[in-house]
């Protein structure tokens, strides 16, 4: 294994590590643009320059590897000239609109300026204007003006996604980023592009202008909609949020992990927050004669009564619930109350493709399948059989994922049914009683990935309108019912 001194620090590396890595082992951080950890290295911003002892000239640290015995300095007075040379090349032709660019915060320019940039600015007597607003695919937006092409859009698009829509195309001082061939971007993993632009160049219809990142709190969590649980933060107001915007989730951004790396699709990124949308706020009974929002305790009253049957209730339940919810289901339905008819399903299968995505859109069949045995697909078409054959005299369903299976609803109107959910859909109006309970932003718990890896997230919301927890409807069903629940089992769970 090579071994190099890096200002000073002595380290030992992999066979092929660049120095801008072996810098990051050792604590020391190397200005770069161009540099993306998930990319391959380019070598074209020069902001990585240092200083390597015996060689005449300074070498860019992303593409340098590291030769046994190499001594770097990242610090000399002949690194630092190079920087404020490579930040003032830049800044010549930059619009410096950081007051209202979605990236300001968190941009790299505003970055290494302040940490490695000159104030003396020398002034170019005609600074070259570009288009502000290209649109390079139906939601991003290239500001060619705060480009500083870097390549790592280009290469993005080539490394990972292979799908090629982006170039440099010109030369010299007219070079720029285009679309292919005037093909706009358009593949599930674009959203990545504003992440990995490293300025604000690249800017998302989503986001454009609603926050300043600064106001935002981001919450660690897990995707819940493919069955790989991407790794992601959920961008939600802060405390000293400025304003009274009712928007809940701001933005969905990739966390590193090993199972995503650095990225995430765009159902991820840009449909999650549709899980927040048309929230039911309060139980509702549905009667021939009308509906009516009503307690909680009415509501449950209105059916803890067949409980008392329970060969004559059938519980079909969500891919979509956490281990601790399962857990629960199990042991107070199944083992306490007796009630052995109880299925699973979810969303529709869908496309999956060999980057992220997976065709199972559910985030937790195999943490379902861990709990319940490897036959639950199985038993729920069992089930679903007996509820053909107006076998029930009550069902529960829970999950609002359960709508897009057709089976669901086959004997529902002839059966008294309850479905506990968030929000509103198209099928609600189905059934007899309506319990809204917490979505997946407000609770907290585990699923278990396509690959049996177990991962826990905590909430990234407070419960809208003091919905209670799923855990808590399922404690005051059993009371109701007249089976006592101790409180550990429901904490334990
Ligand atoms: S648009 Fe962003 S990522 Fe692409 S080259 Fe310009 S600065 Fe780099
Ligand atoms: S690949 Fe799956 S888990 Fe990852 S972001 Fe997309 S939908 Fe979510
Ligand atoms: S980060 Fe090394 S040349 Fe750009």
């Known amino acids: 294994m090579p071994f190099l001194i890096i200002d000073g620090k002595e380290i030992e590396v992999k066979k092929g590590t660049t120095i801008l890595e072996a810098a990051k082992l050792a604590g020391i951080e190397i200005p770069h643009f161009c540099y993306h950890p998930g990319l391959k290295p380019a070598g074209t911003c020069r902001m990585c320059l240092v200083e390597i002892s015996g060689n005449p000239k300074l070498q860019t640290a ?42 300001a915060g968190e941009c790299l320019l505003q970055k290494n300026y302040n940490e490695h940039g000159s104030t003396e600015i020398p002034v170019k007597e005609e600074m070259i204007r570009r288009e502000k607003k290209v649109f390079i695919s139906e939601r991003l937006i290239l500001d060619r003006e705060r480009c500083v092409l870097c390549t790592r859009c280009v290469r993005f698009l080539e490394e990972i996604t292979g799908t090629r829509e982006l170039l440099v195309s010109k030369r010299g001082d007219n070079s720029e980023i285009d679309i292919f061939q005037g093909i706009p971007v358009n593949n599930l993993y674009s959203g990545n592009l504003v992440d990995i632009c490293p300025v604000g160049a690249i800017t998302d219809l989503d986001f454009r202008f609603k926050a300043r990142v600064w106001f935002l709190k981001e919450i660690p969590s897990v995707c819940p909609l493919c069955g790989r649980g991407c790794n992601i933060f959920i961008d939600v107001k802060g405390e000293f949020f400025p304003s009274l915007s009712k928007e809940r989730i701001f933005r969905i951004r990739p966390r590193y992990s090993e199972i995503n790396k650095y990225w995430i699709c765009d159902i991820g990124r840009y449909k999650l927050a549709e899980l927040d949308k048309n929230r039911i706020a309060n139980p509702i009974l549905l009667e021939p004669n009308g509906v009516r929002e009503v307690s909680f305790e009415e509501a449950l009253m209105s059916f803890s009564h067949y409980f008392k049957e329970p060969d004559k209730v059938a519980i079909l339940s969500s891919y979509h619930l956490t281990n601790e919810e399962n857990q629960l289901i199990k042991m107070i339905f199944y083992d306490k109350m007796g009630i052995k008819n109880i299925g699973y399903t979810g969303f529709r299968d869908g496309k999956g493709d060999n980057i992220l995505l997976v065709s199972d859109r559910n985030p937790n069949r195999k943490g379902v399948k861990k709990l319940w045995g490897d036959d639950i697909e199985k038993r729920t078409q069992e089930v679903f059989q007996l509820m053909r054959r107006g076998n029930f005299n009550f069902l529960l369903l829970i999950g609002d994922e359960i709508l897009e299976d ?88």
């Open 406 to 493: 057709e089976n669901v609803f086959l004997s529902v109107r002839e059966t008294f049914t309850v479905w506990i959910l968030s929000r509103y859909n198209e099928l609600y109006h189905n059934v007899r009683v309506i319990l809204p309970m917490r979505n997946f932003f407000e609770k907290e718990g585990t699923f278990t990935n396509i690959d049996g890896i177990d991962q826990s997230f905590s909430s990234a919301l407070p419960p809208f309108k003091n919905v209670p927890s799923l855990k808590d409807i399922i404690s005051q069903i059993s009371s109701l019912s007249g089976i006592k629940i101790e409180k550990e089992l429901c904490e334990r769970s």
């Open 62 to 103: 992303c593409t340098t590897e590291v030769q046994d015995g190499m001594v770097v300095n990242t610090n000399s007075p002949a690194v630092k000239k190079a920087r404020e040379e490579v930040l003032s090349f830049l800044l010549y032709d930059h619009p410096l609109d950081c007051p209202i660019c979605d990236k």
